[in-house]
């Protein structure tokens, strides 16, 4: 597997990062450093500082003294997420209506899924869509806010991965959702953004719940 990026272990952890995210979310495989190493050709100190690093995102879970391990979410886990994440991204969004502004940063990562959609690339529209969301969040100036939403999105990553690498929602969707709630934040329409979130929040859970009853 080619790795190319601006250091080695940046790229075992951006390699391995979209393995979990497209294939291995859900499985609750185990990941270990040798196995690491194995699989990407480098040696036990650089799979070390990928695994770690994707430990601190909450990509993977400790599993005692064995390594880390993929985390499976179940339906209740998903429901949880998504309303918790429906709370706060949608005063998240309301807030910036107030102010009519959109982060350039947001607007970008949209034109970015939009390239990965056309493309054909699973794990770019789930990263995309991810940073979309963060973007809009930290964009409200709320230490706070941002700070819960980030505790979030971890497994928000895990669940847009097995979204799109079930193929339950296209990227253009996505991004004619995205472009929808800043339209709404950009009218000053607080309760349109609101609404508008909800459904895109909903609608990419609901798709994800009936693909796990029907597994």
């Given amino acids: 597997m080619p790795l190319a990026t601006r250091s080695l272990s940046d790229a075992v952890q951006a390699a391995l990062r979209e393995w979990i995210v497209t294939e291995g979310a859900g499985t609750g495989d185990l ?18 500082v990928a695994v770690e690093r994707l430990l601190a995102e909450g990509l993977l879970v400790r599993d005692g003294r064995r390594g880390a391990r993929v985390p499976v979410l179940t339906a209740d886990d998903v429901r949880d997420l998504y309303a918790s994440r429906s709370l706060l991204e949608r005063e998240a969004h309301a807030r910036l209506a107030g102010q009519r502004t959109i982060p350039a940063e947001a ?14 690339d699973p794990a770019g529209i789930a990263a995309a869509d991810v940073e979309f969301h963060r973007r809009l969040v930290a964009a409200t ?44 934040i950009t009218a000053g329409e607080a309760n349109l953004a609101a609404e508008r979130t909800t459904g895109h929040l909903f609608s990419a859970r609901d798709k994800l719940l009936a693909a796990l009853d029907a597994s």
């Fill in 141 to 184: 100036g709320s230490r706070r806010l941002d700070r819960m939403h980030e505790i979030l999105m971890a497994e928000a990553h895990l669940c847009m991965g097995q979204v799109q690498h079930r193929h339950l929602l296209a990227g253009t969707v996505i991004a004619d959702e995205h472009d929808g709630i800043l339209q709404a």
């Fill in 31 to 48: 990941v270990t450093e040798v196995g690491v190493a194995a699989r990407f050709g480098v040696a036990r100190p650089t799979a070390r």
């Fill in 107 to 120: 607007s970008a990562a949209n034109t970015r899924l939009r390239t990965h959609a056309r493309s054909g």
